[in-house]
């Protein structure tokens, strides 16, 4: 439990970082060059995806399910993906709907996707696999 703690304050604060990375250039693509606020937020929560992966992987997460960085790094973006339609998916909400400004629409996809996103790349992509677990568990039983 103190690890999850610990890494879901660690994902909280790269996310953090990495959503300061994605408003700035969602407002920057939307206000200075005139983009249409769901094609800015999809390369903006790209830009985002890039940060929280840096981040994530060099001071977050200590367990890795997939040894190779490429193919992990894959991973991270696919889960983005599913990240990315979270967020588009309010924003459409917030700014088509309900009419809210884009940033204040940014502002409330963030914590739906932050959710989704955490949540699945810390159980498919940064935690021991089942067999592995089991052989800790087994192994700190037998020095008890």
Do not use: P
């Amino acid at each position: 439990m103190k690890r999850l703690f610990k890494e879901a304050v660690g994902y909280g604060l790269a996310s953090a970082i990495a959503l300061a990375a994605d408003a700035g250039l969602l407002f920057v693509l939307v206000h200075f060059l005139g983009w249409w606020y769901l094609a800015a937020a999809t390369v903006s929560f790209s830009a985002g995806v890039i940060v929280t992966y840096v981040i994530s992987v060099r001071l977050v997460f200590t367990n890795r399910r997939i040894q190779s960085r490429h193919r992990e790094f894959l991973a991270f973006v696919l889960i983005g993906v599913i990240g990315l339609g979270v967020n588009l998916a309010i924003m459409f909400a917030a700014v088509s709907i309900l009419r809210w400004n884009y940033m204040i629409g940014k502002f409330a996809a963030a914590g739906g996707t932050f959710l989704c996103n955490f949540w699945l790349r810390r159980h498919v992509l940064f935690s021991r696999s089942s067999a592995e677990a089991a052989v800790l568990e087994f192994a700190s039983r037998r020095k008890a």
